[in-house]
């Protein structure tokens, strides 16, 4: 399956961006999917992820609150709306989608997923 990241952009702190993710196949829906970010010089993080129901969801402590995820099996779509968002939040955004839903697993482990998309940048400015 191959992930399409757009809607990355330059904005100014405290400003919005919603970021969206395109699937390639129909079986969207059966995939738990989630977003990672990566600093320069940093490791990948986890930000946050959404079941292939899309009845649960799960955030990093640094995004709760400001971030939301959300999917649209009609459109294979999955989204992650930015408010409130800080300089810190400067990164590329990655979107990536599991075979196996989370269970009780935490999502924040990147050896979970199984295809990854190529990144849409993101610059908060202060």
């Known amino acids: 399956v191959q992930l399409v990241e757009s809607g990355g952009g330059l904005v100014q702190a405290g400003g919005s961006l919603r970021l969206s993710c395109a699937a390639s196949?129909?079986?969207?829906?059966?995939?738990?999917m989630a977003w990672f970010r990566q600093a320069p010089g940093k490791e990948r993080e986890f930000v946050a992820a959404?079941?292939?129901?899309?009845?649960?969801?799960y955030y990093a402590e640094s995004v709760k609150g400001r971030f939301t995820i959300s999917r649209d099996s009609a459109e294979n779509t999955v989204y992650l709306q930015m408010t409130t968002l800080k300089p810190d939040d400067t990164a590329d955004y990655y979107c990536?989608?599991?075979?196996?839903?989370?269970?009780?697993?935490?999502?924040?482990?990147?050896?979970?997923?199984?295809?990854w998309g190529q990144g849409t940048q993101v610059t908060v400015s202060s």
């Open positions: 990536a989608a599991a075979i196996v839903d989370y269970g009780s697993t935490w999502p924040g482990d990147l050896r979970f997923y199984d295809y």
């Open positions: 196949r129909r079986t969207f829906s059966y995939y738990a």
């Open positions: 959404i079941s292939w129901s899309g009845t649960s969801t």
